[in-house]
């Protein structure tokens, strides 16, 4: 299963369940995404031809996430621009999420690993701005 979080036309996360499951690739982002999320199943004994990736200019005026979870059970709280809760969404170990526009922060109700995935170089607090609940 695959959800976006979207609210007033954007984008805030895409949420792609452990129950998920399709034959081939699928790539749940536009080409135009900072960081691309995709899923792939492939068979036994199916071959990627060795490549590399081409080293080209990109600017990128945001920071994307990827969270997996590795075990736990972690709610996520989606804000608007006036920083008052949009959504909730919860995620369990195998769930996989992109956050790639609006603030979050996360409640977790169960000890739980993430792993998590984004763009740098990192800038430390220059990165964040912090709020408190409305």
């Known amino acids: 299963m695959i959800f976006k979080i979207e609210y007033n036309g954007t984008l805030y996360a895409i949420v792609l369940k452990h ?11 536009n080409d135009k995404e900072t960081i691309q999320l995709g899923y792939m199943k492939r068979p036994k004994n199916y ?19 990827v969270l997996f979870v590795k ?5 996520v709280n989606f804000y608007n621009d006036d920083n ?3 959504k909730e969404v919860v995620i369990v170990k195998g769930d996989t999420i992109l956050l790639c526009n609006g603030a979050h922060g996360f409640d977790f109700l169960e000890e739980s ?7 740098g170089p990192y800038a430390g ?5 912090r709020f408190k609940i409305n």
């Open 84 to 86: 008052s809760l949009i």
């Open 125 to 129: 607090e220059l990165d964040k701005s």
């Open 19 to 29: 129950s998920y499951s399709e034959d081939g690739i699928k790539f749940l982002t």
């Open 113 to 119: 690993e993430l792993i998590e995935v984004k763009q």
């Open 71 to 75: 075990s736990g059970m972690v709610k």
């Open 47 to 65: 071959v990627i031809d060795p490549h590399r990736h081409i080293k080209i200019k990109r600017e990128i005026y945001d920071t994307n996430e």
